[in-house]
């Protein structure tokens, strides 16, 4: 069974579309993040939620929306999309976001914005 | 400067033979740090956690150096399987939920038969 699941693994789009990417998370963690990571290999953390509460939101633009159900699932809404929005956005996971415990990271949805 | 730096490399090495990439960090409060690989096209995957005290892991050995504030990774005997890149990271607040998670641009490895 896979550990962290994404939705969808590829996403091409036109600028100006609005779309949405799942996370789910089925280890019982209680904190979940969004990532991006960039074509020169970059990984950043754009959000993280403890049991469904914004923790950490790093200088993201507005246009995009983390939204946590509940604590097994972190989705993020992009609004407007732009071509620098273009990148694989990983979804990840820790057992209570501490900062000594292991991140288990989703598959990644690469994201094309034409 | 950058919060985590690592030699984007790559380092091309022929296989069995042993080599080491470090990676310094700029924030002396940081608590944690770990060696995270990432294989093309895949997500990063947990390779070791690195101790004050330095550990090893089979064929891989971390360490700390807190006074020049950077960490190191050397593999021995290093194997074809062994080629992807690898991800400093690092991380403070040690035991709250807001932490904050840095991971440097990684080191690509190469090993060649």
């Known amino acids: 069974d896979t550990a962290v699941s994404q939705t969808p693994k590829y996403l091409v789009t036109q600028m100006g579309n609005d779309k949405s990417i799942k996370c789910e998370q089925n280890?019982?963690?209680?904190?979940m993040y969004w990532y991006k990571q960039d074509s020169k290999k970059f990984l950043k953390i754009m959000f993280s939620?403890?049991?469904?509460?914004?923790?950490i939101n790093e200088t993201v633009p507005n246009r995009f929306s983390p939204k946590s159900p509940d604590k097994a699932h972190l989705n993020l809404h992009i609004n407007s999309l732009e071509l620098g929005d273009s990148a694989v956005y990983f979804c990840?996971?820790?057992?209570?976001?501490?900062?000594?415990?292991?991140?288990?990271f989703g598959p990644g949805t690469r994201l094309t914005v034409l | 400067r950058k919060e985590v730096e690592q030699d984007p490399g790559p380092f091309n090495v022929p296989e069995g033979a042993t080599v080491a990439f470090n990676c310094t960090y700029s924030?002396?409060?940081?608590?944690?740090f770990f060696w995270y690989r990432q294989d093309c096209r895949k997500e990063p995957k947990l390779l070791m956690s690195?101790?004050?005290s330095g550990n090893e892991d089979g064929r891989f050995t971390a360490q700390l150096n807190r006074a020049s504030q950077y960490i190191s990774l050397l593999i021995r005997d290093s194997k074809l399987s062994d080629s992807a890149t690898y991800l400093c990271?690092?991380?403070?607040?040690?035991?709250?939920?807001?932490?904050?998670?840095?991971f440097g641009s990684g080191t690509r490895l190469s090993i060649r038969p």
């Open positions: 939620y403890n049991n469904k509460e914004l923790i």
């Open positions: 990840a996971s820790s057992r209570t976001g501490a900062s000594t415990d292991t991140q288990y």
């Open positions: 990271v690092v991380s403070n607040a040690l035991y709250s939920s807001a932490s904050k998670i840095i």
């Open positions: 280890l019982g963690h209680d904190t």
């Open positions: 924030n002396s409060a940081s608590q944690s």
């Open positions: 690195v101790y004050s």
